[in-house]
C-alpha cells in the first residue's frame, strides 16, 4: 500500500468533509462483546463535547470527491474545476481507520462521500467499508455512516445494522431553494431514506422488547443537515422544518452549518455573504429549546420577527416578550413552567423540584441548585424580596441584563487572570 499515496488523498478528503457538520455520538451504546477493538458505550465522537465535558475524536472523511451533481453551493460540485479529484479504496477507508484507532488518535469513524457513477455504488462502497471493520475487524468502536438519497432500501437497511448513526442531509430548508441551487436533487429522494431508518429503527427497538439477540439498528438514530445563510429562509422556517424532522421522522439532531461561500462565480451565490456565526449559534440554542425546554418552533420566533434576535439568546427574548408570565414561583410553579425562567436549566429546574419538597426555596438555595441567579432574579420569586420587574419594561430590562451579563464575564476573566 502506497502510504504517501494514502496520505495525500486523506490531506484532500479530510478538508472536503469539514463542510458537513451533521456528526455526533451521542446515543451509541455498542459494547465490546466480542474480543474486538474499541467501545462505542457512553462515547461522543467528532471533535466535540460529551455530555460529561469530554472531547473526543474521529477519522471524518469523504470515500471520494467525485461527484456527478452540480450542487451550486457544495465544493465538490461536478463544475468545480479547481477541485482536485481522488478516491479512496474501501481497504484504504479500513486501514486508515484501523491504524489510527490503534494509534489512539480517534474513538471512530464518520464516512460521506461525493456521488460517483450512482446512489447504489456509492452507498455500497461506504456500507462495504463499516462490513469489513465490524465483521473482519471485530471493530467496536462507533462508525457514523452518510446516507446517500436515491440508493436501494437493502443497502440503507444494511448499513443501518453496522452504522452506530446515519444521517441524510437535506441541506437547503425548502424544495424550491433546493430546486435553484441543486436542480438534480429533491426532497422526495431526502425523504424516503429518512422513513426507512426510522421504521427499521423503531421496528428493532420493539423486536428487541421480545428478543433479547435482536440486532441493533443504527442505535444512535439519524440526523440531518441544514445549510444557512446561502438561501432567504428565515429563522422560522428553518426552525420549523426542524421542528417537523424531529417529530416526523425520529430524528436524534438537526445540523446548522452557516454557509461557507465557496462559489462566487455563481449568479445567486456570488452576492451572498457567510452569516455571522452567531446565527448558527442562536439556531443551535433554539433548537435545544425545543428539544429539551418544551418551547414550540413558532414560539421561538414570531411573524413581525422571524429572525432570531443576536444580541440575546431566544430564551430571553421569549421572556421579554411574555412579561405577563413572570415572576414564577419557584416554590410552587411545575417543571415546565420552571424550564421558561432565564438563568434556569434542565438539571437546576430538576434540582429545584426535588429541593422544594423538604424545604421552602430561597435564593440562596437556588444559586446552590446551578441558577444564574443575576438573569433569574428578575423572572421568579422565591421566599423573601420580590424582585422589582414591574419597574422596568421590557427594554430597559434587557438592557439591564446585558450590562449584568457583560459584567460576569469580566469578573470570569478577571479571576481566571487571577488564578492563571
Not at 472536503?16 to 458505550?41: I, M, T
Request: glycine share 6%.
Amino acid at each position: 500500500m502506497n502510504f504517501d499515496r494514502i496520505q495525500e488523498k486523506l490531506a484532500v478528503l479530510a478538508d472536503a468533509a469539514k463542510y458537513d457538520v451533521s456528526c455526533s455520538s451521542s446515543g451509541g451504546k455498542r459494547k465490546n462483546a466480542n474480543g474486538g477493538l474499541g467501545n462505542a458505550e457512553g462515547m461522543g465522537i467528532c471533535h466535540s463535547f460529551t455530555q460529561d465535558g469530554r472531547c473526543v475524536s474521529l477519522l471524518k472523511i469523504l470515500l471520494t470527491n467525485f461527484c456527478i451533481y452540480d450542487c451550486q453551493y457544495c465544493v465538490t460540485r461536478r463544475s468545480n474545476d479547481e477541485m482536485k479529484r481522488v478516491a479512496f479504496t474501501v481497504a484504504e477507508v479500513v486501514e486508515l481507520t484501523m491504524s489510527f484507532y490503534r494509534r489512539n488518535y480517534i474513538e471512530g469513524l464518520f464516512l460521506s462521500s461525493g456521488i460517483f457513477k450512482d446512489a447504489d455504488t456509492t452507498m455500497e462502497r461506504l456500507v462495504r467499508v463499516a462490513r469489513t471493520l465490524r465483521k473482519d475487524h471485530k471493530f467496536n468502536g462507533y462508525i457514523h455512516l452518510k446516507t446517500i438519497p436515491g440508493a436501494s432500501e437493502d443497502l440503507i437497511s444494511e448499513a443501518g445494522l453496522y452504522a452506530d448513526r446515519l444521517s441524510v442531509n437535506i441541506e437547503l430548508p425548502s424544495e424550491i431553494s433546493l430546486q435553484s441551487l441543486a436542480p438534480e436533487k429533491n426532497y422526495h429522494d431526502i425523504e424516503v431514506p429518512m422513513e426507512l431508518i426510522r421504521d427499521q429503527a423503531l421496528a428493532a427497538k420493539e423486536e428487541g422488547k421480545v428478543l433479547k439477540k435482536t440486532p441493533l439498528f443504527a442505535p444512535a438514530g439519524q440526523s440531518t443537515q441544514l445549510i444557512v445563510g446561502a438561501t432567504p429562509e428565515t429563522d422560522q422556517q428553518i426552525l420549523t422544518l426542524s421542528d417537523t424532522l424531529y417529530r416526523d421522522y425520529s430524528l436524534k439532531r438537526v445540523y446548522y452549518s452557516g454557509y461557507v461561500p465557496i462559489n462566487t462565480g455563481h449568479q445567486e451565490l456570488s452576492i451572498v455573504k457567510a452569516p455571522p456565526v452567531l446565527r448558527e449559534h442562536r439556531l443551535y440554542q433554539s433548537d435545544w429549546l425545543m428539544r429539551y425546554y418544551g418551547f414550540d418552533a413558532q414560539e421561538i420566533t414570531t411573524a413581525e420577527a422571524p429572525n432570531l434576535a443576536l444580541d440575546i439568546d431566544p430564551k430571553l427574548a421569549w421572556a421579554l416578550r411574555n412579561r405577563d408570565v413572570y415572576p414564577v414561583d419557584v416554590n410552587a410553579a411545575d417543571y415546565e413552567l420552571l424550564l421558561r425562567i432565564p438563568g434556569v436549566g434542565v438539571r437546576s429546574a430538576q434540582r429545584i423540584v426535588v429541593a422544594r419538597r423538604t424545604i421552602r426555596l430561597t435564593r440562596d438555595h437556588l444559586k446552590k441548585l446551578g441558577v444564574v441567579l443575576h438573569r433569574a432574579a428578575y423572572f421568579l420569586t422565591a421566599d423573601g424580596p420580590v424582585p422589582p420587574t414591574r419597574e422596568l419594561d421590557s427594554v430597559q430590562l434587557k438592557h439591564r441584563l446585558l450590562s449584568l451579563d457583560s459584567g460576569a464575564r469580566l469578573g470570569l476573566k478577571q479571576t481566571q487572570l487571577t488564578l492563571f
